[in-house]
């Protein structure tokens, strides 16, 4: 008897009646959930939603047992801090699997920027100089994942006499630190033109190289917004020559940090 009340205890823990799952969180904007599930998939975790009044309330599904709830709970903390349990019966037939993956997904980007930029470097590697001024962007790009994004761009800084153009290729890791926000790491390769307004001296062409950190956050899901620093190695020398002598002028690096927008298509 005693046995047969043990296993009648343990069928009745679980059945569906004391199911549970995860309330993750809920949004009123619907171009969140894209996010949301992209999230969730980096946790292997399956996403629910149902949709009441304004709100779109996100689910993870039904877990038999307590334990194995409180896993994955703890799990979707780690990205969402305010989830919680919630018993049930069973999904409402409303209720439906986010298949997201049938519709279109935003892996083009185009985007802007403005920020400053110096200039180092020496003449006749004799004097030093670091000087500062304004420079623009303009790129475009195509995740090959979801966190990985390579892009071509071109960005031109004008610091004092000397405007420096540079056309490159990047290649950017994402990591997801909240949610819709983003830092990343790149690595930068191209070629780099400087002029020197003057009559006596002649543009320099240089390959260039370099490495990019930023952060980022995405409005809507689909509208980035990112602080960027780059540091740019670079090898131009311009020769100025008069009737008494020649002057080298030495740029080996330069200094950005801008701010972007772009939009995902």
Request: hydrophobic share 35%.
């Amino acid at each position: 008897m005693k046995l047969f009340m043990l296993f009648l205890y343990v069928g009745i823990l679980s059945l569906p009646l004391l199911a549970q799952r995860v309330i993750v969180t809920k949004t009123a904007n619907k171009h969140n959930l894209k996010p949301i599930h992209a999230k969730l998939q980096t946790l292997h975790i399956k996403m629910y939603v149902k949709k009441y009044k304004n709100y779109y309330f996100i689910y993870t599904k039904e877990y038999q047992t307590k334990d194995r709830a409180e896993i994955n709970l703890r799990k979707v903390q780690t990205l969402f801090p305010s989830a919680k349990l919630e018993r049930k019966k069973k999904i409402e037939k409303k209720e439906e699997e986010i298949a997201l993956t049938s519709q279109k997904e935003r892996k083009w980007i185009v985007g802007v920027g403005i920020g400053s930029s110096s200039i180092k470097g020496d003449i006749d590697q004799k004097i030093s100089f670091n000087d500062s001024g304004t420079t623009y962007s303009l790129k475009v790009g195509y995740f090959l994942k979801k966190y990985l994004l390579s892009t071509l761009s071109y960005s031109s800084s004008s610091v004092k006499q000397t405007t420096i153009s540079n056309f490159y290729f990047s290649e950017n890791y994402y990591h997801n630190i909240a949610q819709n926000s983003n830092i990343y790491i790149g690595a930068l390769l191209g070629y780099s033109s400087l002029i020197i307004t003057s009559e006596h001296s002649t543009p320099s062409g240089s390959a260039m190289y370099g490495m990019q950190i930023g952060v980022s956050y995405d409005m809507f899901g689909y509208i980035p917004l990112s602080l960027s620093y780059q540091g740019i190695f670079l090898n131009h020398t311009i020769s100025f020559t008069s009737t008494t002598q020649t002057r080298d002028i030495n740029t080996n690096f330069q200094n950005v940090v801008e701010l972007g927008i772009a939009y995902k298509f």
